[in-house]
Structure formats: C-alpha cells, structure tokens
C-alpha cells in the first residue's frame, strides 16, 4: 500500500504513543478534521497497519511501525551505534552544575547507565529535554521523538527508568540488528 501524506502523518503520530489513542486525538494532533482522519485510521486498519485494541481507540501496529521507520544508511547507523569522543559524550547531572561523575560514551553505554543513574538525574535531563537533544547530536531523531512522547506523558520515578531504558535498549538492538542483516 503507498501511503498518502496524510496516512503517513497519521501513523507517525501514532508510533510516538505505546497507548492507543481516541481519533479525535490523533485528528489534533496530526490537523486534520475529525472524520477524514478516521476514513484513514479505517483504512490503515483494513491494511494491517493499525489495530483496535479496545473499541474506539486504535494504535500502531508492528507492521505500521516498519513502514514509517526512517530510513536511514548504513553509515548513519555505525555512526550513532560508534563509541564518542569527549565532545559527544553525554554527561549525567543531578541539577544545574551537579555532575553525577557519570558518562555514556555511545548509544549502548547509555542504555546501561539508565538502570543505574538516579531518578533525579533521569528527570533532571527529561524535563530539560537534554536527552532528545544529545540523541539528535548524534544522528538519532526517531529515538529522540520516543524519549519526547515519555516526557510528555508526565511519568516519574521507576516507570520513568523503565521506559526510557525499554526505549533506548530497543532502538539499539534494532539499530545492531539492521548493521547485521546488511
């Protein structure tokens, strides 16, 4: 199936929520009216693309999430998944010139560090969107708008760790897995 451009907005709307969502949000969100955006939800769903999980909501399926994955090239991806000098590192704080003392040097030393840092230093960095920031420095918009979706969802404390660990870890296994299909 080729996606309209709306159809696309619409599902990339969709792959920033795990949670399904009502049409009329997404409508919003997307700027569309109401029932053009569900004509397009209906139709995604027939193609496979999104589900119902419970009546009147819907939300991305697998199959959805492959066709707006952003394509990017091999290069790109070595890049983002290569150890850091100094200059790209991310750097953990507590608050304003509060260094934790700890360092992530690559996408894979990130994810590790999140199981341990401190909740603080987790939201500290969300609120002031430093971590969607560092993710773009490096080349990764698609994970940087998953950490910007968590954010918006206002969580704290264990849940905010856990997502934001299930988030990177995921991409990065992905991100691996792509390098060694090729």
Known sequence: MRLSPVKRKILEEMALHTRPRRPKEI????GVNFSSCMMHILGLK????VSSPVKGYYKI???GSDIVNIQISEEEVASILASFG???TFYFY???DQYSGVRADSLFDFSEKIKDISITSLEFHLVREDFERWLKSIGDAKLAKKLAAIREKGVSGEELRSLIYK???T???ILQE???RK
Not at 27 to 30: P, R
Not at 46 to 49: D, P, R, S
């Open 94 to 96: 507590t608050g304003v």
């Open 27 to 30: 409508a919003e969100k997307v």
């Open 46 to 49: 027939k193609a496979g693309y």
């Open 178 to 180: 792509s390098l060694v």
């Open 61 to 63: 399926t697998d199959l």
């Open 171 to 173: 991409r990065y296994d």
């Open 86 to 88: 100094p200059d790209r």
């Open 167 to 169: 988030a990177v870890k």
